[in-house]
């Protein structure tokens, strides 16, 4: 039997070129050049499905910030989305499939991972896609990788058991071991412990935000926890790298002061540093924030901000 001979092509997509091979029964993607900020692979090629999304196929993008991967696609091979810089949104199917090493590495901006069949209003699929991104970028668990699972009560229980395993670690840990193995620069602000352990602790604000705001199946215990972790480094306290996330990270998203303001982090005590933190920027969060602690704790020191 003569085997199938091996067709590459390219296929133009609306700002940039997909690259492509087939062997006359399926379809890989090879490669990608463009523009892109959002992209659609097609579910055939040359009247070949698309099986595979090849290695380093997408490799180092920096525009792309969403792809969606037909229901046919059965493997993603090693890096194919490495470290593209924006990519926040990956919708493919949950269906079992093979996946290489490192396909989504330092994609730091990861949000969701959609299975584009299910109910997306439903509060279970709507969670489940954060915190299947978040196996990627947060939890470093490669073995709850696992499309056919996530969303079970078993997959949260081994993602909430990783979860709390991190939280639980010494702010300090590792410290030693880094410098000893020398993997930062010496004299790099990354050699200093106050700078290490800051750093560990808004990983850990990350975490806990995270998982407060996608909280299907969240045990009343676990949220407990991390609601009083959060608590600790709000505004005022000796540490204050919750409130730092929130307004250096997510300066001007609405959804995290409204987050911050559930839990009970805005206080009396702590608004007005809370406003001169903000500065002349941000202006529809202070507003916001204002809104909120002039009907939660009265109105005297609300006209005080506006000064500001």
């Not at 200093?192 to 806990?208: F, I």
Request: hydrophobic content about 35%; proline content about 2%; overall charge negative.
């Amino acid at each position: 039997m003569m085997a199938q001979k091996i067709k590459h092509g390219e296929l133009n997509m609306p700002q940039g070129v997909l690259s492509y091979k087939t062997d006359g029964e399926t379809a890989e993607i090879t490669g990608y050049r463009g523009k892109d900020t959002e992209l659609a692979v097609p579910a055939a090629i040359d009247g070949c499905p698309v099986t595979c999304i090849g290695k380093k196929a997408f490799l180092s993008n920096k525009m792309l910030k969403e792809i969606s991967l037909p229901e046919s696609v059965a493997r993603i091979d090693d890096w194919a989305f490495a470290y593209c810089a924006k990519l926040a949104r990956v919708v493919l199917p949950y269906h079992r499939m093979e996946i290489g090493q490192g396909i989504f590495r330092d994609c730091f901006l990861l949000e969701q991972i959609v299975d584009e069949e299910a109910d997306a209003g439903e509060k279970k699929t709507a969670d489940t896609a954060f915190l299947l991104a978040a196996v990627m970028s947060r939890l470093d668990a490669f073995y709850l990788f696992d499309f056919e699972s996530a969303g079970t009560p078993e997959w949260m229980a081994q993602w909430d058991g990783r979860m709390q395993t991190l939280m639980e670690r010494g702010d300090a840990e590792g410290f030693s071991k880094m410098l000893l193995c020398g993997e930062e620069d010496y004299g790099s602000r990354e050699n200093n412990l106050d700078y290490y352990t800051e750093q560990r602790r808004r990983e850990k604000v990350r975490l806990a935000m995270l998982r407060l705001m996608h909280d299907y199946g969240l045990k009343q215990s676990v949220r407990e926890k991390l609601e009083q972790y959060l608590l600790s480094h709000i505004k005022g306290c000796e540490t204050e790298e919750t409130w730092r996330v929130v307004l250096e990270e997510y300066g001007d998203d609405l959804r995290y002061y409204q987050f911050l303001t559930q839990l009970g982090g805005v206080t009396r005590e702590n608004f007005q540093p809370m406003m001169e933190d903000m500065g002349q920027e941000h202006t529809e969060m202070k507003a916001y924030l204002m809104k909120y602690h002039g009907e939660e704790h009265g109105t005297e020191d609300v006209f005080e901000a506006f000064a500001l």
